[in-house]
């Protein structure tokens, strides 16, 4: 007995101090360091100053950190209404017996497989250019100039010309996940349905969507964690400094820790940008907590 407990020890602890090393440790000087107002990340202990919540009163004040949760919030919200329930529908869809399904699914989820620089940089130049861009050459032709001359890449349509372009690239990503659940649906009960007179619509109502509760959690939770990690998009469509239509916490978080060209973020502060870190932490865990809350699939069998 002794021996094997031994042998667990042995083998466990390496994985348990990797694990303390690479992510519990970094996780708490984070949360340590998100209490002091700290020039540069690579000051020493000694050259931080205590400023308790300070850090956090000042981020509620600053309009820029403001804008950057509102965004947010648009993108969590209003994104993934978009992005989860095209991705649901494109998957209910090539589960009926769709010809050439495996190309279909294939062509939806390839914008996953390109690089986010390089699927924005193609949204940027080819979609929404005001000269060349596909809107562009597309309205004109339809005669439609009010349109043709909407500059996506500027004032307020900029926000809306990213959240398309973020939507389209993750529609993809839901939709496998969104199959893989109804692939674990047996064939049995939309028979069964299917002789009592429950057409299409009605088995997708009473049978598919509540026996998907447990993926609509699931989808829900890694939205959020894709959101709060939003950042290539923001910055490439806003390169030079944050615009405050599409600076998301995270960008604010570096342009606090790195410098950004914006008058009021000149100045270095890593202590408010391990804040902002804490804070995205906590936007997760209270998705998590709620989600987990509202939606159980205790009851449900398959």
Same mark, same amino acid.
């Given at each position: 007995?002794?021996?094997?407990?031994?042998?667990?020890?042995?083998?466990?602890?390496?994985?348990?101090?990797?694990?303390?090393?690479?992510?519990?440790?970094?996780?708490?000087?984070?949360? *340590? $360091?998100?209490? +002091?107002?700290?020039?540069?990340?690579? =000051? %020493?202990?000694?050259?931080?100053?205590?400023? /308790?919540?300070?850090?956090?009163?000042?981020?509620?004040?600053?309009?820029?950190?403001?804008?950057?949760?509102?965004?947010?919030?648009?993108?969590?919200?209003?994104?993934?209404?978009?992005?989860?329930?095209?991705?649901?529908?494109?998957?209910?869809?090539?589960?009926?017996?769709?010809?050439?399904?495996?190309?279909?699914?294939?062509?939806?989820?390839?914008?996953?497989?390109?690089?986010?620089?390089?699927?924005?940089?193609?949204?940027?130049?080819?979609?929404?250019?005001?000269?060349?861009? *596909? $809107?562009?050459? +597309?309205?004109?032709?339809?005669?439609? =100039? %009010?349109?043709?001359?909407?500059?996506?890449? /500027?004032?307020?349509?900029?926000?809306?010309?990213?959240?398309?372009?973020?939507?389209?690239?993750?529609?993809?990503?839901?939709?496998?996940?969104?199959?893989?659940?109804?692939?674990?649906?047996?064939?049995?009960?939309?028979?069964?349905?299917?002789?009592?007179?429950?057409?299409?619509?009605?088995?997708?109502?009473?049978?598919?969507?509540?026996?998907?509760?447990?993926?609509?959690?699931?989808?829900?939770?890694?939205?959020?964690?894709?959101?709060?990690?939003?950042?290539?998009?923001?910055?490439?469509?806003?390169?030079?400094?944050?615009?405050?239509?599409?600076?998301?916490?995270?960008?604010?978080?570096?342009?606090?820790?790195?410098?950004?060209?914006?008058?009021?973020?000149?100045?270095?502060?890593?202590?408010?940008?391990?804040?902002?870190?804490?804070?995205?932490?906590?936007?997760?865990?209270?998705?998590?907590?709620?989600?987990?809350?509202?939606?159980?699939?205790?009851?449900?069998?398959?």
């Amino acid at each position: 007995m002794k021996r094997n407990r031994s042998m667990v020890v042995a083998f466990a602890l390496p994985g348990t101090l990797l694990f303390v090393l690479t992510m519990v440790y970094p996780i708490v000087r984070t949360v *340590f $360091m998100s209490f +002091f107002a700290i020039q540069e990340i690579t =000051d %020493s202990v000694d050259k931080w100053k205590f400023n /308790g919540i300070g850090n956090y009163i000042s981020l509620m004040k600053n309009s820029l950190y403001q804008a950057s949760w509102i965004n947010l919030a648009k993108i969590f919200v209003i994104g993934g209404v978009i992005t989860l329930g095209v991705s649901l529908l494109l998957a209910v869809i090539l589960k009926n017996g769709v010809r050439g399904r495996g190309f279909f699914q294939a062509a939806i989820y390839l914008p996953n497989v390109i690089s986010a620089v390089a699927m924005a940089t193609m949204w940027i130049q080819y979609i929404f250019n005001p000269s060349y861009g *596909f $809107m562009t050459k +597309f309205f004109s032709a339809l005669h439609l =100039d %009010s349109l043709a001359q909407i500059q996506w890449l /500027g004032g307020d349509y900029k926000f809306w010309a990213l959240l398309i372009s973020y939507c389209f690239g993750m529609i993809g990503h839901f939709m496998l996940i969104w199959i893989s659940g109804i692939e674990r649906i047996g064939i049995d009960y939309y028979e069964a349905a299917a002789i009592d007179g429950a057409n299409k619509v009605k088995q997708f109502f009473y049978i598919t969507l509540p026996l998907l509760k447990g993926i609509f959690r699931t989808n829900i939770i890694m939205w959020s964690i894709s959101v709060s990690g939003f950042f290539i998009w923001s910055k490439l469509f806003s390169p030079i400094s944050a615009d405050t239509s599409t600076v998301v916490p995270m960008v604010y978080m570096y342009d606090k820790l790195f410098g950004a060209e914006n008058v009021d973020e000149i100045r270095r502060d890593a202590g408010i940008a391990a804040a902002v870190g804490v804070m995205l932490c906590l936007f997760i865990v209270f998705i998590f907590t709620v989600v987990n809350r509202l939606i159980k699939d205790d009851d449900l069998e398959f």
